[in-house]
T-cell receptor
């Protein structure tokens, strides 16, 4: 089946520190991979995505590379800011026979960046 | 443009009552999903609609849960005889797709702000 395993938090970093949030997946097919972010009091927002092996998704200074050989999609940012404090979710979608591409989410990692 | 909207934003109900949650997807998106976000279970898929096709209900946790999508747009999620374990944030997402050479169709889901349901 499909599943996502994500580094448990919470993670607390000082401003300008380097961030890595690990994510590995199990999939029956050839999934697309996503990172979603949920800022305090807000809904889920798509942060970045990758659709095939070796693709690198990037947005707002965050990057993640689709590694098929290690079934991983780790999120990185070179220098975090206080405004990056949020909960980050790794997710995959794999097309079902019904046509659905429902997302399978990790448990989420809460990041707090302190000044 | 307008994003996915959901109403109400918060709902408190007594155990045993029925509730209806509403979702307005992004105009032109043919696919619509419902998810549930709860402390114990994380984010779970509930149901999927695509155009006029039969919905994929494989994620609904019990027969107290049902959903419909009228006219291919607005969707309502109904929970009958609510239980305390139904307390969660219910999220709706609508999906666009585009064709990417070498990959095929790629789907992106855009989420609404959610409805926080509390069953007392």
């Amino acid at each position: 089946g499909n599943s996502v395993t994500q580094m448990e938090g919470p993670v607390t970093l000082s401003e300008e520190a380097f961030l890595t949030i690990n994510c590995t997946y199990t999939a029956t097919g050839y999934p697309s991979l996503f990172w979603y972010v949920q800022y305090p009091g807000e809904g889920l927002q798509l942060l970045l995505k990758a659709t095939k092996a070796d693709d690198k998704g990037s947005n707002k200074g965050f990057e993640a590379t689709y590694r098929k050989e290690t079934t991983s999609f780790h999120l990185e940012k070179g220098s975090v800011q206080v405004s990056d404090s949020a909960v980050y979710f790794c997710a995959l979608s794999d097309r079902k026979e019904t046509g659905a591409n429902n997302l399978f989410f990790g448990t989420g990692t809460r990041l707090t960046v302190i000044p | 443009g307008a994003g996915v909207s959901q109403s109400p934003s918060n709902k408190v109900t007594e155990k045993g009552k029925d509730v209806e949650l509403r979702c307005d997807p992004i105009s032109g998106h043919t696919a619509l999903y419902w998810y549930r976000q709860s402390l114990g279970q994380g984010l779970e898929f509930l149901i999927y609609f695509q155009g006029n096709s039969a919905p994929d209900k494989s994620g609904l946790p019990s027969d107290r849960f049902s959903a419909e999508r009228t006219g291919g747009s607005v969707s309502t999620l109904t929970i009958q005889r609510t239980q305390q374990e139904d307390s969660a944030v219910y999220l709706c997402a609508s999906s666009s797709s585009y064709f990417l050479a070498g990959v095929g169709f790629v789907y992106e889901q855009y989420f609404g702000p959610g409805t926080r349901l509390t069953v007392t």
